[in-house]
């Protein structure tokens, strides 16, 4: 990296803010790494014909945009952005794995192999829409508590845990625990409940 190179924390910075071309390089460089976290674990045939890795992998983008525009995530290395994005792409894996699990064995009766070309999705890589994103962010915000969406708004402008929790009299666990359960609480309903667990 050289001085004039924008750090990773400012990269990240500009993810959380919504900037087009920072999206657009995040996806260029981790789309391949979850991809392949998913392609690893999705050996089943029969589940390969319902979904692929590029379902799963724009379902974590997307989510991880709207996450982290929210506030949720605190990144400090490329390592620590790339383990995330492989685990929130094992937990969504593993929920589509379990909603097409009761169906397996009349997916395997009714798809024969001359039919699968048409239940394949479409494996050409196409970014996570940033316009897709935000509306879906607006709809995250809007289901929130006021406190709640203020401490959003804080994380969004770029401050600190330590510095949130100083503002309003807390210490930053709290301030942090109400915010990422507030995101849990409203995720589910927004398609984002498969990997309200995690905080980075």
């Known amino acids: 990296m050289t001085d004039d190179e924008p750090t990773f924390a400012d990269w990240i910075a ?12 995040l996806v260029r460089r981790y789309e391949r790494a979850v991809r392949v976290a998913v392609r690893v674990r999705l050996t089943d045939a029969r589940l390969r014909r319902q979904f692929d890795s590029m379902d799963v992998c724009q379902s974590v983008l997307a989510s991880f945009f709207v996450r982290a525009a929210a506030g949720q995530f605190d ?4 390592a620590q952005l790339v383990g995330l994005l492989v685990k929130m792409a094992r937990n969504k894996l593993a929920v589509q794995v ?25 494996t050409h890589p196409g970014p996570v829409t940033v316009a897709s994103a935000k509306e879906l962010l607006a709809n995250l915000l809007g289901r929130l508590a006021p406190d709640e969406r203020d401490l959003a708004d804080r994380r969004a402008l770029g401050h600190g845990w330590v510095e949130i929790a100083a503002a309003l009299g807390e210490t930053p666990q709290a301030v942090r625990m109400r915010l990422s359960r507030a995101i849990a609480r409203v995720s589910p309903d927004l398609g984002l ?3 309200a667990d995690l905080d980075g």
């Open 75 to 78: 990144l400090a290395e490329p």
């Open 193 to 195: 409940g498969d990997d």
């Open 14 to 25: 500009r993810v959380r803010g919504g900037d087009a071309d920072a999206a657009a390089e």
């Open 98 to 122: 379990r909603k097409h699990g009761q169906l397996k064995r009349a997916v395997g009766r009714v798809v024969q192999d001359g039919d699968a070309a048409g239940l394949v999705a479409d």
